[in-house]
């Protein structure tokens, strides 16, 4: 059973960094086709993809967010992390991590099969 | 990017179909795979996968849904609707980086 759990600050103040952290069970990210995508929410809006991680360690971010979002992972302590730098009041949203499962073979792109409950992150001064 | 175009709103009765339409702006077809997903959400509620690569149904998603379409033009059909499914539906590509979402159809009851 596939299951994700996003843990993060809440609040944070404009220009500081949001580093937030998914921790998984159920999978591996190093098993071929598998990877972690984050995704946010603006309350009452749209889904927007962040960024994803692979299991062979490719990345692929959003470019709309410029270069403020780095993703990692700890293969053996099944974690995913996201970090956006230089936060504004924009950037308040529900933050969701999800399993991801290659779309097609040689893709860089999947689809997501498993999702977090996510986690509120509000910037404010 | 590639953006991808719902109807806001779509007004259904109860036991009828519900026909949600996605267009996007080029080509998500690879080959003979189509990179289109849809996701349900209700309020409160993270989404949920219900369909990938355009007609497949995802694990314990009943056989009321069904996918289709190819190329620039998909859809997501629910028959017969029922009071569960009233919800935001979400189409989204992979066949580009950066992956990107419809800005959802609001499935309400007549």
């Known amino acids: 059973q596939v299951t994700l759990k996003e843990s993060g600050p809440g609040i944070l103040q404009p220009s500081h960094t949001l580093s937030l952290t998914c921790s998984f069970s159920g999978f591996s990210l190093s098993t071929y086709g598998m990877g972690v995508s984050w995704i946010r929410q603006p309350s009452g809006k749209g889904l927007e993809w962040l960024a994803s991680i692979w299991w062979n360690g490719n990345t692929y971010n959003n470019p709309s967010l410029k270069s403020r979002l780095t993703v990692s992972k700890d293969t053996s302590n099944n974690q995913a992390f996201l970090k956006v730098t230089s936060v504004d009041t924009a950037d308040t949203a529900t933050y969701y991590c999800a399993h991801t499962r290659l779309a097609q073979i040689r893709g860089t792109g999947g689809y997501f099969d498993y999702w977090g409950q996510g986690v509120m992150v509000t910037v404010s001064s | 990017d590639i953006v991808l175009t719902q109807s806001p709103v779509l007004a259904v009765s109860l036991g009828q179909r519900a026909t949600i339409s996605c267009r996007a702006s080029?080509?998500?077809?690879?080959?003979?795979?189509?990179?289109m997903h849809w996701y349900q959400q209700k309020p409160g509620q993270q989404p949920k996968l219900l369909i990938y690569r355009a007609s497949n149904l995802a694990s314990g998603i009943p056989a009321r849904f069904s996918g289709s379409g190819s190329g620039t033009d998909f859809t997501l059909t629910i028959d017969p609707v029922q009071a569960d499914d009233i919800a935001a539906y979400y189409c989204?590509?992979?066949?580009?980086?950066?992956?990107?979402f419809g800005a959802g159809t609001k499935l309400e009851l007549k």
């Open positions: 080029q080509s998500v077809s690879i080959s003979s795979i189509n990179l």
């Open positions: 989204q590509q992979s066949r580009e980086s950066p992956n990107t």
